[in-house]
């Protein structure tokens, strides 16, 4: 039984949906970002940040929505979305979780919280910064995808797909959203028509987007 804190459409949208893909039971605690219940203390226990999501697996809180998303995958291996360790795609799948997490997750940050970087002088100069290394990921996505998909590491559906996923999500509003390349929208496409990401969409509240 696991516990996910979380608040709509945010980095809990992934461990969120891979939860119902993976058929774990599990509760889900709102931790509503809008209302500062992630800076609450008794949320900082748990989650020292103050950042949505917290996993709780086995009564021990685990952060960072791309590392719970990997022990998910490892802790569902029936599901079969991590490759095993000796298998070929493994490389490219580690290699796409931490550039995920350490390269397209922190320009989203700052593209949503463009103070954060320099401070309020700076923070337009900082969004446009975050905008041009999101579009420089979504690029170098694009071209993989167009090198050997349907899925991130090819014929294999894997955590990485979830994230990724919501992180193109979330550039929906963007100026240049991640649909505006044609290999990532054939993608979306794909990923738009699995069922756990409608459920995942309903459980949030979450209507746009879905529907392309
Ligand atoms: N690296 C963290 C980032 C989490 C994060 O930035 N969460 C955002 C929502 S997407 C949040 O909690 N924002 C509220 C805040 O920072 O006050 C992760 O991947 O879990």
Redo the contacts with the bound molecule.
Sequence with gaps: MYTLYY?P????LAPHWMLIEIGAPFELVLTD?ATGA??QPEYLKLNP?????TLIVDGAPM??????CMLLAERHPEKALAPAVEAPERAAYLQAMVYL?NTV??A??AW??PHEPAGRDAAEDAQAAARSRIEAAWDRIDAQLAAGGPYLLGEKLSAADFMATMLMR?SRNMPRPATAWPNIARYLGRMRAMPSLREVHAREGLTDWIDG
């Design positions: 608040s459409s945010t980095a809990a970002t992630h800076k940040a103050g950042v949505v999501p952060c960072e929505s791309t590392a719970i997490a997750l922190p989203f940050r949503f919280y979330w």
